[in-house]
């Protein structure tokens, strides 16, 4: 597992699949908050990195909850018995109880009764949460204000410092994602850090060249729609 410290309260675990998968740990005096849960093989570099870092986990927050951020919940529960919260609005999704937006089947990323609901704008661990909605229907962002880190899950992707578009195959709404990436104007953080990518820096400076990016090619795609028939 690679390890960056992105800033003093601020620490990105990752590893490369097909993907890069993104998780962070988020220190503050009394212990660590992990955001994201990444893939089920990324608990044991976990459990050494929390380790190494001599503080105790003291809870799991979620930006959504896709199988590829919930992986590690299980085996990191087995030696710290903490709460997980996600964004209310992804429960029943998780749960299994119905299909994510745009999916056929509902399908489990965790065992009923074990993650709770979150409160928007309300500090957690260091954090603020910021309800991000588009990817999934209870996507969340967390901003470091101290450090001006946001910690935006699957909001965007990012290529060579640049910001991009979510994938559009797991995205439920890519309209309302391209709509809640104006959280980098609202916050104006320094830096931005997302699962699948590397970080950028400054992301409020691209948003209006991302978001025009996205108006003229779906703009294009209507367009091109219409005049095949
Ligand atoms: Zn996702
Ligand atoms: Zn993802």
Known sequence: MKIKQLSEHVWECSIWTIIPVSVWLVKTETGLTLVDAGVSWMAGGL???????????????????????????????EHFEVPVYVHEAEIACMEGRQPYPGRRKAQASVEAGLVQPLAMEQPVGGLVPYWTPGHSPGHTAFYHERDGVLLAGDLFTTKRGRLHQPMAMFTADMAQAVESGAIVEQLKPELLSICHGGVVVRPHEQYEAYKLEWMNSSYNRHRNAGSAK
């Open 47 to 77: 459990l050494r990195q929390i380790k190494a870092m001599n503080l105790p986990l003291e809870r799991i927050v979620l930006t959504h909850g896709h199988s590829d951020h919930t992986g590690s919940i299980r085996k990191l529960r």
